[in-house]
Nanobody, 123 residues
Framework: QVQVVESGGGLVQAGGSLRLSCAAS????????AGWYRQGPGKQRELVAT???????NYADSVKGRFTISRDNAKNTVYLQMNTLKPEDTAVYYC?????????????????WGQGTQVTVSS
């Protein structure tokens, strides 16, 4: 079963940078799309950025120009470079991946989430 694990969160001052990583693992699989989501204190989970197999990206308006999503297909890893961080970026950041995996002799789809990584931006 395909799993994803996030890393790279931490405490940073406003204006600083962090890079989050999302590593996918499994037997034989392919990632069609991946995304970063976040859930701040007392808020609902929201989309931050997504990247498709074609390489096309999409960003929430609140992070455009500051965050960059990218992927390393050889490492099955998706990154989120976060620059000029603001206190309102404080949240648990989750990685999501969707695609297909080989199960026996058939391909089946998957949609998996990581456990999240905490990002705290101090003012």
């Amino acid at each position: 079963q395909v799993q994803v694990v996030e890393s790279g969160g931490g405490l940073v001052q406003a204006g600083g940078s962090l890079r989050l990583s999302c590593a996918a693992s499994g037997s034989i699989f392919r990632i069609n799309a991946a995304g970063w989501y976040r859930q701040g204190p007392g808020k609902q989970r929201e989309l931050v950025a997504t990247i498709r197999g074609s390489g096309s990206t999409n960003y929430a308006d609140s992070v455009k120009g500051r965050f960059t999503i990218s992927r390393d297909n050889a490492k099955n890893t998706v990154y989120l470079q976060m620059n000029t961080l603001k206190p309102e970026d404080t949240a648990v950041y989750y990685c999501n991946a969707v695609g297909s995996e080989l199960f026996g002799t058939n391909w089946r789809s998957y949609d998996t989430w990581g456990q999240g990584t905490q990002v705290t931006v101090s003012s």
